[in-house]
């Protein structure tokens, strides 16, 4: 009987039925583990693309191409102690933890275009040491606050249910489309102008919506959770929907997006379900398969959760999403380069 990598890692037996999570069976990792490559000299953005980097990045980092990323996501580790399949990544003081972003950021600034955008994540206690580093570096435009809903609670402090993601950019010369990331929310006060047009929303068999600019406070994008296809055993998996988000915004089609620590592979999987090139670096073989196998599975299958028909809908505002596909990006769009 095939036993998959989580029950070997976590020590599970069985799933719940509705349970679906992505599982790799031991019989499936050489494969996977094939479609993965290592870099040993100096590569061509070509050699790369839309291909998965297994490597220690600090091994591979100067094998990287000259500017070739037109977005960065970045989720690192954050500065807590947290094991990593068969990595562990130890806390360390603030201090040593900017000392080890400097070491890669410094290194991988000769990676992004002049025009590229970055996107770091982290949590309130990396939050300082983070910006720090990336205002050494970058010009920093922004920091969103994602809700991130679970958390551990706290008998005698707040419960950390939040976290941050830095956008920055590397000039003045960037890529913003704020059209492609609208969301799409239900009107509760449905104004009407004296002709009896509706005033800034839409009516739809559907119901009734508006289009609103998307802020720097996320609050409607859940974690993966085990229901959910996109589900993987990675301890801290990003949800496709947010990744999207950063994607739509920040690249246009066929751009080049590029994820140092992938972990399961999220951004490179909603890279390809959004037809940008991707490639990225991991360390862990367990967690490069999930990706590839991800990756492989969405060749099919470019439903992101949340987002349908171009628009991202508020949750439980889409009527059907057993429908869910992803379609085209809208055409009037006014995105564009901006110097500023
Ligand atoms: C926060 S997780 C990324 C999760 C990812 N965003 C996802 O959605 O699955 C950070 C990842 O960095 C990997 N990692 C840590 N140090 C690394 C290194 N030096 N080189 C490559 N990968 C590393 C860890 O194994 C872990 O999977």
Known sequence: MATDIASEMYGMRERAPRNRTLIVCKDEENSLMNQTMTLTTLSTPHQIEDKLIHQDLFDCIDYLPDQFVDLAIIDPP???????AASKFAKTSSESYE???????????RCLKETASLYVCCD??????VQTVLDRHFIIRSRITWER????????????CSEDIWFCTVSNHYFFDVEAVKLKRKVIAPYRHSSGEPKDWEE???????????SNLWTDISIPFWSMPENTDHP???????????ILASSRPR??????FFGSGTTCVVAKKLDRKFSGVEQESAYCQMAVKRLNRAASDRTIQGYLDGYFWERNSLADQKQ?????PKTETVAGLFDE
């Open 236 to 246: 801290t998996q990003k949800p496709e929907k947010l990744i999207a988000k950063l």
């Open 124 to 129: 309130w206690q990396s939050s300082k040491s």
């Open 149 to 160: 809903e679970k958390g551990r609670g706290a008998n005698a402090n707040w419960k950390n």
């Open 324 to 328: 869910a596909t992803v379609t085209k």
């Open 255 to 260: 751009d080049f997006v590029f994820d140092p």
């Open 78 to 84: 954050y500065n807590l102690t947290k094991q990593f």
């Open 99 to 109: 000392i080890w972003l400097e070491t890669w950021v410094s290194k991988f600034k």
């Open 204 to 214: 739809t068999t559907q119901g009734n919506y508006r289009l609103t600019h998307p």
